[in-house]
C-alpha cells in the first residue's frame, strides 16, 4: 500500500490570514506524523465565478481541471475556512463548483469528492471560531457526497492562539488539531485499502 498523502487547502488568500496560520501549524502536525503533505493555494487556481452558461459555451476552465487533478492525486484533504457572514468565502466555494463539474475519462462528475477524506477546520477572533461556517460547509460537500470526518477545528479567538514561532499555544486547541490530523490520516488509510 502506497503511504499516505495529504492536501491542505487555505481558503483564505490574505497576508497574515488566521487560517493560512492554521493551514501552517497543520502541516506542521502532519510532518510530525511523517505523513507527506501538500500546501495548495487557490491563487494559483483563478477561476470565474461558476456559470453553466459560460461552462456550455466554454467548458470547463483548465484551473478546475487542474485543482480536481491535484485533489485526485491525494488520499485526503484538509480544508481551512475563514468565515464570511457565518458561511464559506466564495473563492472556497467557486473552486468546489467547478471540481464539481470536472469529468475526466473513465470516471463520473464529482468521483474525486467521493474517494477521498476530508477534514475541515476554521479561525476566527470571535468566540465560535468559526463553526457556522464549517456547518455551511459540511453541507456543501455532503451535497458532493464527499466523507468528511466527524472531528473539525474551530480556532476561536485566533489573534491570541499562536505563540511566537506560529504554533498553537493552548493545550485544548493543540489536542483538538492533533485528533483532527490524526482522524483524516485514519479516514484516508481506509479509504485507499
Keep these: 500500500m502506497s503511504a499516505v498523502k495529504i492536501l491542505i487547502i487555505p481558503g483564505s488568500l490574505r497576508t497574515g490570514s488566521h487560517n493560512v496560520r492554521l493551514a501552517a501549524a497543520a502541516a506542521h502536525e502532519f510532518a510530525r506524523a511523517d505523513i507527506d503533505t501538500t500546501w495548495l493555494s487557490l491563487a494559483d487556481y483563478p477561476l470565474p465565478i461558476y456559470d453553466a452558461d459560460f461552462e456550455a459555451k466554454s467548458g470547463v476552465p483548465k484551473n478546475a481541471v487542474g485543482l480536481k487533478r491535484m485533489i485526485g492525486a491525494h488520499h485526503g484533504v484538509l480544508i481551512v475556512s475563514p468565515e464570511y457572514n457565518s458561511a464559506p468565502p466564495p473563492l472556497l466555494k467557486n473552486a468546489i463548483d467547478w471540481v464539481s463539474r470536472v469529468e475526466d475519462p473513465h470516471e ?20 465560535l471560531g468559526g463553526a457556522r461556517c464549517l ?11 464527499a466523507p468528511v470526518i466527524p472531528n473539525q477545528l474551530t480556532l476561536s479567538f485566533a489573534h491570541e492562539a499562536y505563540d511566537d514561532n506560529d504554533r498553537l ?14 482522524q483524516l490520516i485514519d479516514f484516508a488509510q ?3 485499502r
Design 169 to 182: 499555544k493552548h493545550p485544548a486547541d493543540i489536542a483538538a488539531l492533533q485528533a483532527m490530523v490524526r
Design 108 to 127: 463520473t462528475q464529482g468521483q474525486v469528492f467521493r474517494e477521498r477524506a476530508f477534514a475541515l477546520a476554521a479561525a476566527s477572533e470571535g468566540k
Design 135 to 145: 456547518a455551511a460547509l459540511r453541507l456543501i460537500l455532503s451535497g458532493c457526497r
Design 190 to 192: 481506509q479509504m485507499m
